[in-house]
């Protein structure tokens, strides 16, 4: 696209640009560049563009409105439910600060970037991360405590995109969840003193980053060490009450860790960095080759994830995913395997396969978090979900495939190609909490036939 327009050196013009973003794809992008005689196409420098003063007062108000009008309540990767910016204020007591022993801040991830839709809890152990490239728009609270590094006034100074709130000892040092609003901020502290701390972050689109530096009297600028980071076990007991119903509680819980023992919980590792229990074996179920197929039963994909296990009918059956090279990538399929003993597992072999829709260019993308229901009746179903590429997570899914396993271990009948897929042309209402948050939807069921 291009355009002409007859202008005079020095002069300042009213520009207004309207760029309209289709879909729900993460690459998207815009450039404007100009020429004129003498003068090859160059992008449009930043010293060319201004914008009075109430232009951003004005957009701020365009945003709001727009928020406010969005009421659409569906699970689609927008807003909904009460925003964590809204919790009722932690109240930290002093033995708290006291038993804060375990490393980093405890929090809440939430799938979209208004705080709202809380999907699972979280620990970071340090605040310098880079998340460009990640899923789509997210946001997060944390809270715990942070050690003060001297006596007198701290400076905190936080590089963020997009934005950043935080909290110390219940005063607000950065209140940067504006457009280019300050992201620095002051404390008066007490060297080796533990001080309450709460952050909050969103990210909407990318770049997406956070880090936060201090400095003070006789120190130059640096990232705030991870030491000066901890939480106790009433952080945790306050985050697990702010995510939803589906997680356990902290008593509910058929185990869970109190701090009586020797050993630290490390949270920031899916192991927790605990020493093997004695008794606990580990089994090998499936190793990927892509050099070498023939050990793997024709199968060359390497990013192997998901695992869902099930024991029925005296056997243990496991679904897993497999993309091609890494996660999303499309013609992700899913596999099955079964075995008698939990040590000697068959050759997996592809149960619900990838294809390419008709009218797309790119293949589909297996992705789903619940693998396996048992009937009423006693029969055990696979369940899988088709998404779109590249992402599945954005609101492009075609639907949700399900086969059964017969109990000689066979499966409902297949072609395994896509001239086998046939949709069968009615919409089910699942009142099911199949996956995390389908308690209410509607969605295709797809058969392999």
Same mark, same amino acid.
């Given at each position: 696209?291009?355009?002409?327009?007859?202008?005079?050196?020095?002069?300042?013009?009213?520009?207004?640009?309207?760029?309209?973003?289709?879909?729900?794809?993460?690459?998207?992008?815009?450039?404007?560049?100009?020429?004129?005689?003498?003068?090859a196409?160059?992008?449009?420098?930043?010293?060319?563009?201004?914008?009075?003063?109430?232009?951003?007062?004005?957009?701020?108000?365009?945003?709001?409105?727009?928020? !406010?009008?969005?009421?659409?309540?569906?699970?689609?990767?927008?807003?909904?439910?009460?925003?964590?910016?809204?919790?009722?204020?932690?109240?930290?007591?002093?033995?708290?600060?006291?038993?804060?022993?375990?490393? *980093?801040?405890?929090?809440?991830?939430? +799938?979209?970037? !208004?705080?709202t839709?809380?999907?699972?809890?979280?620990?970071?152990?340090?605040?310098?991360?880079?998340?460009?490239?990640?899923? *789509?728009?997210?946001?997060?609270?944390?809270?715990?405590?942070?050690?003060?590094?001297?006596?007198? +006034?701290?400076?905190?100074i936080?590089?963020?995109?997009n934005?950043?709130?935080?909290?110390?000892?219940?005063?607000?040092?950065?209140?940067?969840?504006?457009?280019?609003?300050?992201?620095? *901020?002051?404390?008066?502290?007490?060297?080796g003193?533990?001080?309450?701390?709460?952050?909050?972050?969103?990210?909407?689109?990318?770049?997406?980053?956070?880090?936060?530096?201090?400095?003070?009297? *006789?120190?130059?600028?640096?990232?705030?060490?991870?030491?000066?980071?901890?939480?106790?076990?009433?952080?945790?007991?306050?985050?697990?009450?702010?995510?939803?119903?589906d997680?356990?509680?902290?008593?509910?819980?058929?185990?869970?860790?109190?701090?009586?023992?020797?050993?630290?919980?490390?949270?920031?590792?899916?192991?927790?960095?605990?020493?093997?229990?004695?008794?606990?074996?580990?089994?090998?179920?499936?190793?990927?080759?892509?050099?070498?197929?023939?050990?793997?039963?024709?199968?060359?994909?390497?990013?192997?994830?998901?695992?869902?296990?099930?024991?029925?009918?005296?056997?243990?059956?496991? +679904?897993?995913?497999?993309?091609?090279?890494?996660?999303?990538?499309?013609?992700?399929?899913?596999?099955?395997?079964?075995?008698?003993?939990?040590?000697?597992?068959?050759?997996?072999?592809?149960?619900?396969?990838?294809?390419?829709?008709?009218?797309?260019?790119?293949?589909? /993308?297996?992705?789903?978090?619940?693998?396996?229901?048992?009937?009423?009746?006693?029969?055990?179903?696979?369940?899988?979900?088709?998404g779109?590429?590249?992402?599945?997570?954005?609101?492009?899914?075609?639907?949700?495939?399900?086969?059964?396993?017969?109990?000689?271990?066979?499966?409902?009948a297949?072609?395994?190609?896509q001239?086998?897929?046939?949709?069968i042309?009615?919409?089910?209402? /699942?009142?099911?909490?199949?996956?995390?948050?389908?308690?209410?939807?509607?969605m295709?069921?797809?058969?392999?036939?």
């Open positions: 696209m291009s355009g002409s327009v007859t202008m005079v050196k020095g002069e300042e013009y009213p520009i207004e640009v309207t760029y309209v973003k289709e879909g729900r794809q993460y690459e998207c992008y815009f450039k404007i560049q100009w020429s004129w005689a003498g003068q196409p160059t992008i449009i420098g930043g010293s060319s563009l201004v914008y009075a003063e109430d232009v951003e007062a004005k957009l701020d108000e365009i945003v709001a409105a727009s928020d !406010d009008d969005d009421d659409d309540d569906d699970d689609d990767g927008g807003g909904g439910g009460v925003s964590l910016l809204e919790q009722p204020d932690y109240i930290s007591q002093a033995s708290d600060a006291a038993n804060a022993k375990r490393a *980093g801040l405890v929090g809440v991830i939430c +799938e979209s970037g !208004d705080f839709r809380p999907e699972s809890r979280d620990v970071i152990k340090h605040i310098n991360h880079n998340w460009t490239g990640g899923p *789509g728009d997210w946001s997060g609270y944390w809270q715990g405590y942070i050690e003060a590094p001297f006596t007198g +006034e701290v400076t905190f936080a590089e963020v995109d934005g950043i709130r935080l909290v110390i000892a219940g005063k607000t040092i950065i209140d940067g969840l504006g457009r280019r609003k300050a992201r620095v *901020g002051n404390a008066l502290m007490v060297k003193q533990k001080y309450p701390m709460r952050l909050w972050y969103f990210q909407d689109g990318d770049p997406s980053y956070i880090r936060l530096y201090w400095n003070w009297p *006789g120190q130059n600028k640096i990232i705030v060490d991870e030491s000066a980071f901890s939480f106790s076990t009433a952080d945790v007991e306050y985050i697990i009450s702010m995510v939803p119903g997680y356990w509680g902290f008593d509910e819980a058929p185990l869970h860790y109190d701090d009586t023992g020797s050993e630290s919980l490390d949270l920031a590792h899916q192991d927790a960095r605990l020493a093997p229990t004695v008794g606990v074996q580990n089994y090998q179920v499936f190793r990927s080759n892509r050099e070498h197929p023939e050990f793997t039963g024709g199968l060359k994909n390497t990013y192997i994830h998901a695992p869902m296990l099930c024991y029925w009918n005296n056997k243990y059956y496991l +679904e897993f995913l497999a993309a091609p090279v890494n996660e999303h990538d499309e013609n992700t399929e899913t596999l099955i395997t079964s075995s008698v003993d939990g040590k000697n597992w068959e050759t997996p072999k592809i149960i619900f396969p990838g294809f390419q829709p008709e009218g797309d260019s790119h293949k589909t /993308i297996s992705h789903q978090r619940m693998g396996f229901y048992v009937s009423k009746n006693n029969r055990l179903l696979v369940l899988a979900f088709y779109k590429h590249p992402s599945p997570n954005e609101g492009d899914g075609l639907g949700r495939v399900v086969r059964e396993v017969y109990k000689d271990g066979t499966l409902f297949t072609t395994g190609t001239a086998g897929m046939r949709k042309h009615r919409i089910l209402i /699942i009142r099911n909490r199949l996956t995390r948050v389908l308690s209410r939807c509607v295709s069921l797809w058969l392999i036939s």
